[in-house]
């Protein structure tokens, strides 16, 4: 009996072992979704294929996919949309979520983020989703634990599955493009205007890494206090598309076929002065701005909005919107992560 | 102490302008003699408990000195103390380090200062000091430079932070004057650096981190240099600023015109800086996050053109060691530092010599006779007759890894583990006592 037991213990760390060496690709678990910028965009397509399976697929098979396994959902900042959509993809897959918040947990005891990783795993997790203020953290629990880590928001940083829904969006929405076609040319001739606080926007990174890779050309507005010129480093010479700064909004506007406005993010202004008037008279997408120059763009926002500010509530709730297409995407992009996170589903072979 | 005997050896010491093959004799501590080979072949028939040192091939110089080093004792034992920070010096080829004050409590007093140079704290290397130029370091009221030269300060510095008023400033430096000292300044406005973790700049937009600007560290530059222009006029004294690890070319041009000037402007270069760009942050290194921040090309190329043209005067570690869980922590909230002692110079020979063709003796200058000008150190950094017996054998061809496990040092947080070095140190002497053998 005992000796049994040791073998098949044996047996298990060996397959453990080989299965750990498979996954990973440069010391992170395959399935972590960290940024957008080392993403093919093969494997882009195939995120979208996925997604599309699991949509079409009926709850009752659904909800197999991912039967009894274990998810964390780790949120050191606030969160309505992507906590809960994580939250209900996971639990329509079939899995078993917890969630862990800084305000009622240990953490607040200052455990590290570290420390905070390996118990989670001691307790079965085997797939992390990271909220958290400081760029990078998702890297550090990735390595720490080894687990599949999805990138839920990081500081300044990067916001992956935002991108991911906010493409989605686009091909649904945009008419010419197909959809169905998910390669370097997918895009070619459409403009995706994103303006606004660009400095503090994790998702306007994720966003101008991912869409030039399909051939868009993203035209980033703001004003240089929330648009420095180091954010053309966010161009790779890899890529089809590019990404170029327009600081008149109207002349961006009238290129653009997909237009993002993104929320003033107050809480990380850190002392930088703004004229708020002004920046509504410059840079608000209003009903007028937007029939004046682009009456026919798709309007999107990542929320939260802030009405009136950054963009005009009639826009918000306007034809042209797509904000509440781009929830309805989340959830759907967000299963597709999951299951690739846990190597289910169409992914169960992919192990680069 | 027996006499220690390294014969065979391409001696190279710049102060005394010798390049060429010589033999060594160290006796009490001190160069007893430098002669052509065989010159001392009475010395040896007549010696028999000597030491010889076959330093065939090798490169006899004089004991490294670093003007920069943080050795955590008192107060942060756990990431390293004075009797392993100076073990790693050894084995890098230095026989004196100038600790930083940065300590806890913060070195501001004779008696702390008297502590942390006595020698029940098991200092391998000569260990010198320079205390706070403030009281803890604060920037307000200046410590008392008279007393605390007197018990063996080299200068004065709040390392770690700038002193940021003006008025503060203008008096230490005044105060430093009067006694010969240099003032030795982290030039880093800290009102334009809040909230940030690495250089300004595309890589710095790319990870979504706050970036220190060129202009945070020109402007601090800028003011030292206007009140050293200013106490020279006013005030009848000629006061020595240092600055501490350039790293922008913004502040190399200010030195070099302050130095054109005919300002008591010193400078040192770390060699990180001269190494590595911000893109070595990669995906969030914490062991490559340091203050001033590891800079972008154009920055690193006008380092070594500073070092390359005589800007620089010397080459510091900057030497900051941090324990494994502080670094394994967000990249924002980890602290800022690496450890050097132990690269420096085989980081300057790659870089400077090898990659940039700069003589070995020029490096030994950079490494040693300049920085024991900058802190007045007498009779170290050559190997005059006379001089303490502080020497570095290495050999200048060879090619290593670094391994950060096999360090002296307590910390291991370096982003040069597994980096290519050259020229190993075989032998460390200090004050005539073999401190470390490779």
Not at chain 1, 64 to 78: D, K, N, P, T, V
Not at chain 2, 78 to 95: D, N
Not at chain 2, 127 to 139: I, Q
Not at chain 2, 335 to 361: C, D, F, Y
Request: proline content about 4%; overall charge negative; glycine content about 10%.
């Amino acid at each position: 009996m005992g000796r049994n037991r040791c073998c098949w213990l044996n047996w298990w760390t060996e397959l453990a072992l080989i299965e750990r060496v498979e996954r990973k690709i440069s010391g992170y678990a395959a399935g972590s979704l960290l940024t957008v910028a080392d993403l093919p965009v093969a494997e882009i397509a195939a995120i979208l294929a996925e997604t599309d399976r699991i949509e079409r697929m009926a709850a009752e098979d659904r909800v197999r996919m991912l039967a009894g396994r274990r998810i964390a959902l780790l949120f050191y900042e606030s969160s309505t949309r992507t906590r809960t959509s994580f939250e209900l993809a996971a639990k329509s897959l079939g899995a078993i979520t917890t969630l862990v918040s800084d305000k009622s947990s240990s953490i607040e005891k200052g455990e590290s983020l570290k420390d905070t990783g390996l118990t989670l795993r001691a307790l079965g997790a085997e797939c992390i989703v990271l909220r958290h203020a400081n760029s990078g953290a998702p890297y550090l629990l990735a390595k720490a634990t080894g687990l599949s880590v999805l990138n839920a928001g990081d500081g300044m940083h990067e916001h992956p599955s935002q991108a991911l829904l906010d493409l989605r969006t686009i091909l649904a929405r945009l008419p010419g493009v197909d959809g169905g076609r998910i390669d370097a040319t997918t895009f070619a001739g459409v403009t995706v205007v994103i303006t606004g606080d660009i400095l503090h926007s994790r998702v306007a990174r994720s966003n101008t890494l991912l869409l030039p890779k399909l051939g868009a050309r993203v035209l980033l507005c703001g004003p240089p206090g929330l648009l420095p010129e180091d954010a053309l480093g966010l161009s790779s010479n890899d890529d089809t598309g590019n990404v170029e700064i327009e600081r008149d909004f109207n002349k961006a506007l009238k290129q653009a076929q997909v237009v993002m406005m993104l929320r003033i993010q107050r809480e990380r202004l850190a002392g930088l002065e703004l004229d708020l008037g002004d920046y509504i008279s410059r840079y608000q997408l209003s009903e007028e701005r937007l029939a004046a120059y682009a009456p026919k763009a798709l309007v999107m926002h990542p929320g939260p909005m802030i009405r009136g500010l950054e963009i005009a509530g009639e826009v918000a709730d306007g034809p042209n919107s797509a904000v509440e297409d781009q929830v309805r995407h989340g959830l759907a992009v967000r299963k597709s992560l999951l299951v690739r996170a846990l190597g289910a589903g169409g992914f169960e072979s992919v192990t680069v | 102490m027996s006499d220690i005997l390294i014969l065979n050896g391409r001696l190279v010491d710049p102060a005394s302008g010798v390049d060429g093959e010589r033999d060594l004799l160290l006796r009490d501590g001190r160069v007893a003699a430098v002669e052509v080979p065989g010159g001392l072949k009475e010395v040896m028939a007549k010696e028999t408990g000597s030491q010889i040192i076959d330093a065939a091939r090798m490169v006899v110089a004089p004991g490294l000195v670093d003007v920069h080093v943080h050795l955590r004792e008192p107060g942060q034992t756990y990431k390293e103390s004075i009797a392993t920070g100076t073990a790693a010096a050894a084995a890098g080829g230095f026989t004196t380090v100038v600790a930083m004050p940065n300590t806890v409590p913060v070195n501001d007093s004779v008696a702390g200062l008297e502590w942390m140079l006595n020698a029940a704290r098991g200092a391998v290397v000569k260990l010198f000091a320079m205390p706070a130029a403030t009281f803890g370091s604060m920037g307000e009221e200046i410590t008392d430079f008279h007393k605390l030269r007197r018990a063996g300060a080299v200068g004065f510095t709040d390392d770690g932070k700038p002193v940021l008023h003006d008025r503060v400033m203008r008096e230490a430096l005044v105060a430093a004057a009067s006694i010969g000292a240099p003032v030795s300044q982290h030039a880093e406005d800290t009102r334009l650096t809040g909230g940030c973790s690495m250089n300004s700049g595309p890589v710095a937009f790319r990870l979504g981190l706050r970036g220190m600007t060129v202009q945070a560290e020109a402007r601090i530059v800028e003011r030292d240099i206007r009140l050293l222009r200013d106490i020279e006029r006013h005030d009848g004294l000629r006061p020595h600023l240092h600055v501490q690890h350039v790293s922008t070319a913004k502040a190399m041009s200010l030195i070099r015109e302050a130095k054109a000037e005919g300002l008591h402007v010193t400078c040192e270069v770390a060699p990180h800086h001269f190494t590595l760009t911000d893109e070595a942050v990669g995906d969030y290194d914490t062991n490559a996050k340091m203050n001033p921040p590891l800079r972008n090309d154009a920055d690193r190329l006008a380092m070594i053109a500073g070092l390359m043209d005589g800007t620089v005067d010397c080459i510091a570690t900057d030497h900051a060691p941090h324990a494994l869980f502080e670094k394994e922590q967000e990249f924002e909230r980890a602290p800022n530092g690496i450890t050097g002692l132990e690269t420096a110079l085989g980081l300057a020979l790659r870089v400077l010599h090898k990659g940039q063709g700069m003589t070995i003796s020029r490096v030994m200058e950079l490494m040693s006779a300049q920085p024991a000008g900058i802190v007045s150190l007498e009779e170290r950094g050559t190997l005059r007759v006379g001089s303490f017996g502080d020497v570095v054998v290495f050999d200048p061809a060879a090619e290593w890894s670094f391994d950060a496990k096999r360090s002296r040092s307590k910390s291991k947080n370096t982003p040069f583990d597994g980096g290519t070095m050259v020229g190993k140190v075989m032998a460390t002497i200090c004050e005539g006592r073999v401190v470390y053998r490779g």
